[in-house]
């Protein structure tokens, strides 16, 4: 469970990020948070990661406190949850396998990772991983020889791979085409309903929060506007959250 209590974040240029929110996620949800470019999405999913330090409030994961805690806590929470952004932040010069090992390496010494000392578990793991998206056969190959959306499923499987209890979706889909978009958020949904790990994602489109959020999380200005599900998410609460109403160019293309 996640839990929110009145968490402000305030950046040193006095920049408001999130501001006096307050929000439960329980085990297995899907949330999707959509919202503006500085509506605060990626700080909330930063905050809950401890990246970015909570101002005022309280914000728990699994019962542990992550406002205020210290590094070891940190990193404790870390351990169980996976991170997956825009830009896929895979290590291009190496295979898609290694970039999946990688994925572990928060449990282990670091002159193993640097060795490539593995465990056949872990190497099991990481083969699993990347059969769960799809993408096994390309375990050996170079990941700067892969297009955006395998790139994107290797981030998947590397995040999977750590075996999280949590997984945060950073915009995953932004730099992706329509057709490629739709398989990486069917993979997202797939392993959410097939492993039960409570996944929040970060998207501009309204249309793909409606379609795959089990509960759609609507923010403006650093606030929570919107918390619903999908089908409540109607042009009225668009407006809400973007301060506008809907245009053709707000839709995905193939989603009208």
Same mark, same amino acid.
């Given at each position: ?5 009145g ?11 999130l501001?006096d929110?307050?929000?439960?996620i329980?085990?297995?949800?899907f ?14 999913? #930063? ?24 590094? #070891?806590?940190? #990193?404790d ?40 000392a ?26 700067s ?13 590397r995040?999977l ?25 069917k ?11 409570t ?11 409606r379609q ?6 609507g ?38």
């Amino acid at each position: 469970m996640i839990e929110l209590s009145g968490v402000t974040v305030r950046y040193p240029n006095g920049v408001v990020g999130l501001d006096d929110v307050s929000l439960t996620i329980p085990d297995g949800q899907f949330v999707v948070v959509v919202g503006l470019s500085g509506a605060g999405k990626s700080t909330l999913i #930063r905050t809950i990661n401890g990246l970015v330090p909570v101002t005022e409030g309280s914000l728990k994961v699994d019962g542990a406190e992550v406002a205020g805690a210290s590094q #070891r806590k940190l #990193r404790d929470v870390r351990s169980g949850i996976g991170m997956i952004f825009q830009s896929f932040n895979l290590v291009k010069r190496t295979s898609v396998m290694n970039n999946v090992m990688m994925g572990q390496m928060h449990g282990i010494p670091a002159y193993r990772s640097l060795l490539g000392a593995w465990t056949a578990d872990e190497k099991e793991r990481a083969y699993q991983s990347l059969e769960r998206v799809g993408i096994v056969e390309k375990a050996w190959t170079r990941a700067s020889q892969l297009s955006g959306g395998q790139q994107q499923r290797v981030a998947i499987a590397r995040a999977l791979a750590q075996d999280p209890r949590v997984m945060l979706a950073d915009e995953p889909v932004a730099s992706l085409d329509p057709p490629t978009a739709q398989m990486v958020m069917k993979d997202l949904q797939r392993i959410n309903r097939e492993l039960g790990i409570t996944t929040l994602v970060n998207l501009h489109f309204l249309d793909l929060a409606r379609q795959f959020g089990d509960r759609v999380i609507g923010m403006r200005a650093g606030k929570m506007v919107f918390d619903g599900t999908g089908a409540e998410a109607d042009d009225a609460v668009f407006e809400d959250i973007y301060g506008r109403s809907l245009t053709a160019d707000d839709v995905l293309p193939g989603h009208a």
